[in-house]
């Protein structure tokens, strides 16, 4: 059995000795249809001003699902756009009045009061976290029972407020350490969606554990916490002295003298960030291996085999694609500016111009990032033991009716294509 990357040209992975109970996924989809519809979808979704969206979502998930393929049969999405829009009105009427409460509150503090800002500024934090833990719970659902195999799909058990108790507790540990035992935060939330999710009649479980990530997630949070202690040390003197200057001029005496902006700890401090985040990079990859390499669907078993070297080029590229991209864009709308000036012909350059950013998005994210990422996959993947699929039965439980909707409604929080 072999393993095919995501483009026109398949390879097959060298051999390794596989057990004779082992398998691999199969990936294979043309790249080039695959831009083609995301332009279609784009240039639809800018027309019906973001409507199509849930349509066009739908058909990459289509698109994507069935290029994979497990023992000759491949997978499927069955959601439909209907039911995510759906979702998202549904949505609506959670969110709405939310952000109004917010808004109301947010108005009726005067713009001198800095702690009185910050304190708020925390309550939206901790409502905006809880709104994504349920968006995440509901999008993971849809997601499983809209997966499909040989006719059997996915599942979520209905445990919402076991699923928020549980990250809650974990993110507050983590919280309280500022970050320093987040590799067991992870761990323990890994291995709870793993045991509240099942495909079919079989059930799957992990037993992921932090060792193996400290030696990696140290220096990550070392980093980070002292690029972030710096900015926060440059950043707060400033804020300070624009509240007293506006209580300054409120009252009609002279403001305090403005501190003097440290511009060279600032850029050590983006610099010390940067470096925080590549490390950061590596440390998830290096999760993603250990918690799969320990996660099982009865008998079955994971093994994905991979370092951050074989993927570091899928943010580098999509970075560089991306800068060079814009500076085209935007190289265009001067152009245009200079020809056009303020005529119909500088609208219609706008609109271009916003369908090439939208198109640029969705290429970059589905089209190089996604597709690399379930190339390295196809690749690499390792499923043992698979002979526990062929006992696997469908389960009779019916499935939800709306989509991700709050999830779309927040916005895209890491729920993919």
């Given at each position: 059995?072999?393993?095919?990357?995501?483009?026109?040209?398949?390879?097959?992975?060298?051999?390794?000795?596989?057990?004779?109970?082992?398998?691999w996924?199969?990936?294979?989809?043309?790249?080039?249809?695959?831009?083609?519809?995301?332009?279609?979808?784009?240039?639809?979704?800018?027309?019906?001003?973001?409507?199509?969206?849930?349509w066009?979502?739908?058909?990459?998930?289509?698109?994507?699902?069935?290029?994979?393929?497990?023992?000759?049969?491949?997978?499927?999405?069955?959601?439909?756009?209907?039911?995510?829009?759906?979702?998202?009105?549904?949505?609506?009427?959670?969110?709405?009045?939310?952000?109004?409460?917010?808004?109301?509150?947010?108005?009726?503090?005067?713009?001198?009061?800095?702690?009185?800002?910050?304190?708020?500024?925390?309550?939206?934090?901790?409502?905006?976290?809880?709104?994504?833990?349920?968006?995440?719970?509901?999008?993971?659902?849809?997601?499983?029972?809209?997966?499909?195999?040989?006719?059997?799909?996915?599942?979520?058990?209905?445990?919402?407020?076991?699923?928020?108790?549980?990250?809650?507790?974990?993110?507050?540990?983590?919280?309280?350490?500022?970050?320093?035992?987040?590799?067991?935060?992870?761990?323990?939330?890994?291995?709870?969606?793993?045991?509240?999710?099942?495909?079919?009649?079989?059930?799957?479980?992990?037993?992921?554990?932090?060792?193996?990530?400290?030696?990696?997630?140290?220096?990550?949070?070392?980093?980070?916490l002292?690029?972030?202690?710096?900015?926060?040390?440059?950043?707060?003197?400033?804020?300070?002295?624009?509240?007293?200057?506006?209580?300054a001029?409120?009252?009609?005496?002279?403001?305090p003298?403005?501190?003097?902006?440290?511009?060279?700890?600032?850029?050590?401090?983006?610099?010390?960030?940067f470096?925080?985040?590549?490390?950061?990079?590596?440390?998830?990859?290096?999760?993603?291996?250990?918690?799969?390499?320990?996660?099982?669907?009865?008998?079955?078993?994971?093994?994905?085999?991979?370092?951050?070297?074989?993927?570091?080029?899928?943010?580098?590229m999509?970075?560089?694609?991306?800068?060079?991209?814009?500076?085209?864009?935007?190289?265009?709308?001067?152009?245009?500016?200079?020809?056009?000036?303020?005529?119909?012909?500088?609208v219609?350059t706008?609109?271009f111009?916003?369908?090439?950013?939208?198109?640029?998005?969705?290429?970059?994210?589905?089209?190089?990032?996604?597709?690399?990422?379930?190339?390295?996959?196809?690749?690499?993947?390792?499923?043992?033991?698979?002979?526990?699929?062929?006992?696997?039965?469908?389960?009779?439980?019916?499935?939800?009716?709306?989509?991700?909707?709050?999830?779309?409604?927040?916005?895209?929080?890491?729920?993919?294509?």
């Amino acid at each position: 059995m072999t393993s095919l990357p995501l483009s026109d040209e398949p390879t097959a992975p060298g051999s390794d000795g596989t057990p004779p109970d082992s398998d691999w996924i199969q990936v294979n989809i043309d790249r080039g249809s695959l831009i083609g519809l995301l332009l279609l979808n784009t240039f639809l979704t800018v027309i019906t001003l973001g409507i199509y969206r849930f349509w066009a979502r739908t058909k990459v998930r289509q698109r994507l699902w069935s290029a994979i393929t497990l023992r000759g049969d491949r997978f499927a999405y069955t959601g439909t756009g209907k039911e995510l829009f759906v979702g998202f009105l549904v949505a609506l009427v959670v969110l709405l009045p939310f952000l109004g409460v917010i808004t109301l509150l947010n108005s009726l503090i005067p713009p001198t009061e800095f702690v009185a800002h910050v304190v708020m500024q925390f309550i939206i934090g901790l409502g905006a976290g809880l709104l994504g833990l349920m968006a995440l719970y509901f999008a993971r659902r849809y997601l499983l029972t809209r997966t499909q195999w040989r006719g059997i799909h996915g599942g979520q058990d209905k445990a919402l407020g076991k699923y928020m108790a549980v990250h809650l507790k974990a993110y507050l540990k983590s919280a309280l350490t500022l970050g320093l035992i987040q590799p067991m935060a992870d761990a323990e939330t890994f291995n709870f969606r793993q045991s509240i999710t099942w495909f079919g009649t079989a059930r799957f479980g992990a037993a992921a554990r932090a060792d193996g990530l400290w030696s990696i997630w140290i220096p990550t949070w070392l980093t980070l916490l002292v690029g972030y202690g710096f900015l926060f040390s440059i950043v707060m003197p400033m804020s300070e002295w624009t509240a007293a200057a506006q209580a300054a001029q409120a009252a009609g005496v002279a403001p305090p003298p403005q501190p003097e902006f440290n511009l060279p700890g600032f850029f050590g401090s983006f610099a010390a960030i940067f470096v925080g985040f590549g490390l950061w990079f590596a440390y998830v990859v290096r999760r993603t291996t250990l918690f799969i390499g320990e996660t099982w669907l009865d008998g079955m078993r994971f093994d994905l085999p991979i370092s951050w070297r074989q993927v570091v080029h899928v943010p580098i590229m999509a970075f560089v694609f991306y800068i060079v991209a814009l500076f085209v864009i935007a190289g265009l709308m001067a152009v245009s500016g200079a020809v056009f000036g303020k005529s119909i012909g500088m609208v219609i350059t706008v609109f271009f111009a916003l369908f090439l950013i939208l198109a640029l998005l969705n290429l970059l994210s589905v089209a190089w990032v996604q597709v690399e990422l379930l190339r390295v996959i196809g690749l690499h993947l390792r499923l043992h033991h698979v002979s526990v699929l062929d006992d696997i039965l469908n389960r009779g439980q019916p499935a939800p009716t709306r989509g991700e909707g709050l999830a779309d409604a927040i916005g895209d929080i890491g729920i993919g294509a």
